[in-house]
């Protein structure tokens, strides 16, 4: 726990970025869902990283308002899943997003959620038709969300445990 709870204080949401490119291991899928039976054919869930400079400046208008700084990032890891394989799509790939983000702070980068189920590009289409007209991609992959990674331009502060909602929390 000693290494865990400070990884989870400092990481945060980075939305400005350098333009560096970053390595590619660094971007390598490092995730899939823990403790999971062997992925069926076809698997469950897809991960598309995006490094090219002019995909990742059309994926920036994926989301009304939400995207842009996949314009200055280094990479995208774009989180997809096979509904009719799996009944738990939504959390399998909400777990590969959080291991990714704490993935991706561990080695120094920084990253953002951008939520792609249930929203609308700049253009009017849903963020997952325009993901997957721009990338190509199967028809059936359902998109949960998009991770943006780079070379934070800025870090903010860290959190604090002082600062966190107990409220939330109930104890019995």
């Not at 980068?109 to 991609?137: P, V, Y």
Request: with cysteine; net charge negative.
């Amino acid at each position: 726990m000693d290494a865990f709870l400070p990884l989870l204080l400092t990481r945060r949401s980075v939305r400005r970025y350098t333009g560096e490119p970053i390595p590619p291991e660094a971007c390598r899928p490092c995730s899939p869902p823990g403790c999971s039976p062997p992925q069926p054919e076809p698997p469950a869930l897809g991960l598309v990283v995006v490094q090219d400079r002019a995909t990742l400046e059309a994926l920036s208008h994926c989301r009304q308002g939400s995207a842009k700084m996949l314009a200055g990032a280094g990479a995208a890891i774009l989180v997809f899943a096979r509904p009719s394989v799996s009944d738990v799509w939504t959390e399998d790939c909400a777990i590969v997003m959080s291991n990714l983000h704490l993935a991706a702070h561990s080695l120094g980068l920084g990253s953002c959620w951008i939520q792609g189920r249930l929203r609308q590009a700049e253009d009017g289409r849903s963020t997952e038709a325009f993901c997957k007209h721009l990338l190509a991609l199967p028809e059936d992959w359902a998109l949960e969300a998009i991770l943006s990674l780079g070379i934070p331009a800025e870090t903010p502060p860290p959190h604090t445990l002082e600062e966190a909602d107990w409220g939330k929390v109930t104890f019995l």
